[in-house]
C-alpha cells in the first residue's frame, strides 16, 4: 500500500469560485485552482496517493488527472507541512 496523506491539525480552507484558499498560523495564504482543489479535496486520510489517482480519474471531470500530477501535489503540500504522509 502506498503512502496515505493527511491534512496536518491547524490546515484551514475556504472554497472560492476559482479553486480554494488553504491557510494556517504557519504559513501564506495559498491559492488552489480548481484542479489542484480537487485533488485537495480527495486527500482524506484513508486513500493512498495512488487511490486518490484512480478515484480522481473515476469522476466526471473534464481535467486529466495524471498519477505524476497528484503525487507531485501531495509533495509539495507536504513540504508545506500542510499534509504528513503515513
Not at 2 to 11: E, L, N
Not at 59 to 72: F, G, H
Request: hydrophobic share 40%; glycine share 4%; proline share 3%.
Amino acid at each position: 500500500m502506498g503512502q496515505i496523506p493527511v491534512v496536518r491539525p491547524g490546515v484551514r480552507v475556504r472554497q472560492e469560485q476559482f479553486g480554494a484558499l488553504v491557510f494556517t498560523n504557519r504559513t501564506p495564504i495559498l491559492s488552489l485552482n480548481t484542479d489542484s482543489y480537487l485533488i485537495w479535496s480527495a486527500i482524506d486520510g484513508h486513500r493512498s496517493i495512488e487511490d486518490i489517482c484512480k478515484f480522481l480519474q473515476n469522476q466526471n471531470t473534464d481535467i486529466d488527472i495524471s498519477l505524476a500530477t497528484v503525487q507531485e501535489f501531495i509533495h509539495v503540500c507536504d513540504e508545506l507541512s500542510l499534509v504528513e504522509l503515513n
